[in-house]
């Protein structure tokens, strides 16, 4: 079974940064499209960020400039680097991952992790 196992969450200050790791296991994570999307309280799941099995690299505009989205296939890993952090990027930051060709829509994706709280304090 495909599983992915989510790290790297926390409390930071306004301005700091984390990184945010997804380990995937069971399946071939080098065809794999992989994407992060957040969750904020009261609000809808949302896209932040995609990788796909081919390089090719979307960002929510929110955090374009700001998070950087980056793949290890020897490692079957996809991180998130979080710089200059806001307080609206509050959220349960899921990983997520589809077969193939990159999309930005969460109901595309097959396979997802457990969730990690990122909360950024003012």
């Known amino acids: 079974q495909v599983q992915l196992v989510e790290s790297g969450g926390g409390l930071v200050q306004a301005g700091g940064s984390l990184r945010l790791s997804c380990l995937v296991s069971?399946?071939?994570?080098?065809?794999?499209?992989m994407g992060w999307f957040r969750q904020a309280p009261e609000k809808e799941r949302e896209f932040v960020a995609a990788?796909?099995?081919?390089?090719?690299?979307y960002y929510a505009d929110s955090v374009e400039g700001r998070f950087t989205i980056a793949r290890d296939n020897a490692k079957n890993t996809v991180y998130l680097k979080m710089n200059s952090l806001k307080s609206e990027d509050t959220a349960v930051y899921y990983c997520?991952?589809?077969?193939?060709?990159?999309?930005?829509?969460?109901?595309?994706?097959?396979?997802w992790g457990q969730g990690s709280q990122v909360t950024v304090s003012s």
């Open positions: 069971g399946g071939t994570f080098s065809s794999y499209t």
């Open positions: 990788i796909g099995w081919r390089g090719s690299i």
């Open positions: 997520a991952a589809k077969r193939f060709a990159i999309v930005t829509i969460d109901r595309e994706y097959a396979y």
